[in-house]
T-cell receptor
């Protein structure tokens, strides 16, 4: 158990809908990272927050947004969902950045868009 | 910039050795290695820092060539439990962005 909690574990929704994925980082970790992993694809970096502020952005679609709250949990909002958004979404956390410390991954949320 | 991993896949028999390579077109400050079993979360194996420091797994070793912007992961006397997809992640110059390669699928057979 990495200490990173993601909810829900599974989510099935229809095209055009909006969903929210939640991540609670390890106790004391200030950084939260979001990744998307499609079938047979690698881990695509979406966005990163440090202590409530966005610090790095990857290939995140405009339909997607995220935020980190004062209690350090983070939410990833996906709207106007398309079939291609079906993927495993991972959250990871680290004490600060990743230059010299590892990131710990949650178990992921499997999103299926039908 | 996404690091490039090679090979894409490798099949071993238990006890054999393997090397997985990771290269980047950008200057590297650190290289992370993770292993992911199918449908599970990536698990941290090792981090290599500029200057030679490394932290991580006891039975798996790695090298980091800063000048060539490359890292290699060495799996010796492989065990069945080593099977999975190995990802290298690089941080470039950002302390907050960890970009992963496409992964190397390692299969260890009895």
């Amino acid at each position: 158990d990495s200490g990173v909690t993601q909810t829900p574990k599974h989510l099935i929704t229809a095209t055009g809908q909006r969903v929210t994925l939640r991540c609670s980082p390890r106790s004391g970790d200030l950084s939260v990272y979001w990744y998307q992993q499609s079938l047979d694809q690698g881990l695509q970096f979406l966005i990163q927050y440090y202590n409530g502020e966005e610090r790095a952005k990857g290939n995140i679609l405009e339909r997607f947004s995220a935020q980190q709250f004062p209690d350090l949990h983070s939410e990833l909002n996906l709207s106007s969902l398309e079939l291609g958004d079906s993927a495993l979404y991972f959250c990871a956390s680290s004490p600060r950045g990743v230059l010299n410390t590892e990131a710990f991954f949650g178990q992921g949320t499997r999103l299926t868009v039908v | 910039q996404q690091p490039v991993q090679s090979p894409q896949a490798v099949i071993l028999r238990e006890g054999e050795d393997a090397v997985i390579n990771c290269s980047s077109s950008k200057a590297l400050y650190s290289v992370h290695w993770y292993r992911q079993k199918h449908g599970e979360a990536p698990v941290f194996l090792m981090i290599l820092l500029k200057g030679g420091e490394q932290k991580g797994h006891e039975k798996i070793s790695a090298s980091f060539n800063e000048k060539k912007q490359q890292s290699s992961l060495y799996l010796t006397a492989s065990q069945l439990s080593y099977s999975g997809t190995y990802f290298c992640g690089t941080s470039g110059g950002s302390n907050y962005k960890l970009t992963f390669g496409k992964g190397t699928l390692l299969t260890v057979n009895p």
